[in-house]
């Protein structure tokens, strides 16, 4: 079974940007979709993005409307990464961020985090002076 691990987050100042990364611990990332979710203290988990891997929508992103245009998926097939590039960000960006992979579904969806069936540990993104 891949296990997914989450790494790139830290502090940083409103405006600015950092990368996190999902990264699988086998030769591939064998899952439908990565889902990046987030969840705030006091708050429930909110979906951020997300992106197809496999099928006929291979790579089609979806991103939550309070991020778009801040946020960009990528994919590395080499490094079987998945990255979240996250851009002028805000002090309500500030989450545990968690990737999560569907073995189930063959699309992705930001808002049905019931579609992933692997989870990562998270990884705290604090946006702050």
């Known amino acids: 079974q891949v296990q997914l691990v989450e790494s790139g987050g830290g502090l940083v100042q409103p405006g600015g940007s950092l990368r996190l990364s999902c990264a699988g611990s086998?030769?591939?990332?064998?899952?439908?979709?990565i889902g990046w979710f987030r969840q705030a203290p006091g708050k429930e988990r909110e979906g951020v993005s997300c992106?197809?891997?496999?099928?006929?929508?291979?790579?089609?992103?979806d991103y939550a409307d309070s991020v778009k245009g801040r946020f960009t998926l990528s994919r590395d097939y080499a490094k079987n990464a998945v990255y979240l590039q996250m851009n002028s960000l805000k002090p309500e960006d500030t989450a545990v961020y968690y990737c999560?992979?569907?073995?189930?579904?063959?699309?992705?969806?930001?808002?049905?985090?019931?579609?992933?069936?692997?989870w990562g540990q998270g990884t705290q993104v604090t946006v702050s002076t």
């Open positions: 999560g992979g569907s073995t189930i579904q063959a699309s992705c969806s930001v808002y049905i985090d019931r579609w992933y069936d692997d």
């Open positions: 086998g030769s591939t990332l064998d899952y439908y979709a």
């Open positions: 992106i197809t891997l496999s099928g006929l929508n291979e790579g089609a992103t």
